[in-house]
């Protein structure tokens, strides 16, 4: 079924996820800070907005793809946001990475607009979002999961509720744990395998048919052989989830051992300049401390 779908965001993730909608046979209206990412959703079938309250009038559904939490309150909970200009009943689904606590005052004051809300991060960087094999991790009601499922099938492979407000989001805590230590520990092995000098490409062929294999390495090395660090999730969006992950473990009486050097190691390759390049470059910080010139 045909569904109207306002997509505020049109990032790196948002852009192609809102043309999968359109491949998907529903009619997407987009709305960005920049004009070019409207122009490209339009060349492929959708529909271009100049304000969030333009997207959102007519609109069943309306999701959010936005970098982080104040931008998530700007464009929900804001004067102009969707909470002001979505018509009653519409159902709101934050797929942003953010803390738990915002997921949660989102949902609240939702329902107080007569609205409803789900928190559906995602993983899968850029190559997810454009293949359409995202991984969506979803809080909120059962009923408004289920009415949202059609809509989750077109943007992903792996779609699963995970319990009321927030735990989408604390799932999603968990994922970027689990990434930023795995990219980390594969960048350390790049770095000692071509320190000994092994055919490096045939060494990350073997291990990613064993025990050592995983998504990471099979979408990482590319990157990691070629240098190549253009953005598909920037280390500057996963520092900002190893802070969620931390203070969310904090709060809950979790050590996170191993996380908190990932996170701190996370932290300087943004201050060493590369906060821009995709969190595969993590293997320049391991080469700074290999003694290694970074260029």
């Known amino acids: ?20 909608l359109v491949k998907a046979g529903h009619h997407v209206t987009g709305y960005n800070l920049t004009r070019e990412p409207i122009d490209a959703l339009v060349a492929a079938g959708g529909h271009g907005a100049g304000s969030i309250a333009e997207a959102v009038a007519d609109a069943e559904v309306v999701i959010t793809m936005v970098p982080a939490d104040p931008q998530v309150e700007q464009a929900v909970l804001g004067e102009d946001g969707v909470l002001a200009h979505a018509r009653p009943g519409a159902l ?17 004051a939702a329902r107080a607009a007569g ?14 979002a454009v293949e359409a094999v995202l991984s969506i991790m979803v809080g909120g009601e059962a009923a408004d999961f289920a009415e949202a499922k059609p809509l989750f099938d077109a943007l992903g492979t792996t779609v699963v509720h995970v319990g009321p407000a927030g735990a989408g989001q604390t799932v999603k805590a968990a ?6 230590v795995n990219i980390q520990v594969l960048a350390e ?6 320190n000994a000098g092994v055919d490096l490409a045939a060494a990350l062929d073997v291990l990613g048919g064993g025990l050592a294999g995983s998504t990471v390495l099979n ?7 070629a240098r190549e660090f253009a953005p598909g999730f920037r280390i500057d969006l996963h520092h900002k989830d190893m802070g969620i992950v931390t203070d969310a473990a904090r709060a809950v009486g979790a050590a996170l051992p191993l996380g908190a050097v990932a996170a701190q190691l996370v932290a300087s390759a943004r201050a060493n300049g590369d906060g821009s390049l995709d969190h595969s470059a993590l293997l320049r910080g391991v080469e700074r401390l290999s003694g290694r010139e970074v260029e």
């Open 175 to 180: 994922n970027q744990l689990i990434v930023a």
């Open 189 to 194: 092995a790049v770095v000692f395998l071509e």
């Open 92 to 108: 709101v689904i934050d797929m942003s990475s953010i803390t738990p606590q915002t997921s949660v005052k989102v949902d609240a």
């Open 1 to 20: 079924m045909s569904r109207k779908i306002a997509f505020i965001g049109l990032g790196i993730m948002g852009k192609p996820m809102a043309v999968n």
């Open 115 to 128: 609205l409803r809300s789900l928190d559906a991060p995602v993983s899968g960087g850029e190559a997810g």
């Open 219 to 225: 979408r990482k090395k590319g990157n990691m052989l």
